[in-house]
């Protein structure tokens, strides 16, 4: 058998039936179904390779905290930072081949094709754009069916755009095209993340980006259907309105148990001698504390803001049961999202503030799809101009195939199906 899993950023069941216009929606049976908690980028997709929860695969968030380092490590892409038997290894071991374009965590033996960007950065500035492929060559033959290389800045940054989605989405058809691609072919289209957060799913430009999505589906549907491919399109997450931050490093360095070392007036985090650290990552937070006799009392200081629905302890069933996980996790109240930061003055921000460092930075930072005027070609440390986030499992998220499937409940359902197909 040959499948071709598309899995589309933000794509809720809500958002495809506002917004969809093409006919390749009529082709293929439409479903909403359920993500998993938290329902941000890495621990939704190694849930649906594992067929599993982030308890048991330990993928808590984008990132993980690495307890002897005392420190964070966000966007790592190693495919050993996840545990669990992904749902093809059975398929693999009886011949079939499995490909991963642009899927996180992914870099390591569990499939046969492998594309992630993998930038060189210069040790005296600038970055050298380039691809991890497997094969060696498998990025470079691309480019050249394509006709262009992939533009790292259209994939992250305030120069988001469809050209990162549009590269993927032609770079598939061309592997597809060439009779190289995988038997079970997984890709990941970013382009929805982008306008969503930095517009809200109110804008009026949601619906011409998702035209553009649209698009590019419609190119990987046909050359599916004409290469013998069945095809699968689902959604990770929701995002809804962003209206209100919260900063819970902020909350633990006002009460003590927060460090911070000062470097030229700068606050850089030191998490060597903090007693409590949070990890924050759209709307969920792991909080990560050295002292037991801590937990309780801070998990209360949490519990008093408003603007936080849930603090997750260790004494609830809700709480995820990982090594990974932080001893509190948080989760923001519809519509907030946490944010780094613990200074409170401007000139007190460290220098990566204002920069796109997605692997420095103690957490995800949504500003970084913005530009400040000045310095030029800054970005925005206001938090304010953030108007979509993500990472509750209040809304379903859309699953569409073009085969029947039968009932499909959550994407770990959805998982276990292809598993069966397989």
């Keep these: ?60 968030a984008n990132g993980i905290f690495d307890r002897k380092l005392k420190k964070p490590l966000f966007w790592e892409q190693s495919s050993e930072l996840y ?14 081949t499995v490909g991963q374009i642009c899927w996180q965590q992914s870099l390591g033996t569990d499939a046969d094709i492998i594309l992630s960007p ?32 992939f533009n790292l800045h259209s994939y992250w940054g305030p120069f988001t755009s469809s050209k990162s989605t549009e590269w993927i989405a032609d770079a598939a058809v061309e592997l ?9 072919q997984l890709v990941y289209l970013p382009q929805m993340d982008y306008v969503l957060q930095k517009f809200g799913p109110g804008s009026k430009k949601v619906g011409r980006a998702f035209r553009e999505l649209e698009s590019n589906l419609e190119k990987l549907a046909n050359i599916a ?6 095809i699968i399109i689902f959604g990770d997450y929701a995002i809804e309105e962003a209206t209100q931050v919260i900063y819970p490093n902020k909350i633990l360095r006002d009460a003590g148990l927060f460090s911070t070392r000062n470097v030229n007036g700068m606050l850089y985090p030191d998490i060597y001698t903090s007693r409590a650290f949070a990890m924050v990552d759209h709307q969920i937070a792991h909080v990560y504390i050295n002292d037991q006799n801590d937990i309780a009392k801070t998990a209360q200081r949490f519990r008093e803001c408003d603007a936080i629905r849930k603090v997750h302890t260790a004494d609830d069933k809700t709480y995820i049961r990982n090594p990974q996980s932080g001893e509190i996790i948080l989760e923001a109240a519809q519509g907030a999202w946490f944010a780094y930061p613990w200074w409170n003055e401007s000139n007190e921000k460290p220098d990566y503030a204002t920069h796109v460092d997605i692997h420095n930075k103690p957490g995800f930072d949504p500003c970084e799809l913005f530009l400040e005027l000045w310095p030029p070609m800054s970005i925005s440390t206001d938090t304010s101009k953030v108007k979509g986030t993500h990472g509750l499992t209040d809304k379903p998220v859309a699953w569409a195939s073009s085969m029947d499937m039968g009932k499909i409940n959550s994407i770990i359902d959805g998982a276990k199906k292809i598993k069966e197909i397989l």
Excluded at 38 to 47: K, L, R
Excluded at 176 to 184: H, N, R, T, Y
């Design 1 to 60: 058998m040959k499948l071709l899993v598309i899995e589309c950023a933000a794509l809720g069941y809500e958002l495809l039936k506002r917004h969809s216009t093409s006919a390749l929606w009529e082709n293929l049976r439409i479903s909403q179904i359920a993500t998993v908690f938290p329902a941000v980028t890495c621990s939704v997709q190694a849930s649906f390779r594992t067929a599993s929860l982030p308890e048991k695969h330990g993928m808590v």
């Design 83 to 96: 545990g669990g038997e992904r749902f093809w290894c059975e398929f693999r071991k009886n011949g079939g």
């Design 118 to 149: 993998a930038p060189i950065h210069k040790h005296h500035g600038g970055m050298i754009q380039d691809f991890f492929a497997k094969p060696a060559d498998l990025y470079k033959k691309l480019c050249v069916k394509t006709g262009k290389k």
């Design 176 to 184: 597809i095209k060439s009779g190289e691609a995988a038997d079970l």
């Design 225 to 230: 259907k004409t290469s013998g491919y069945e």
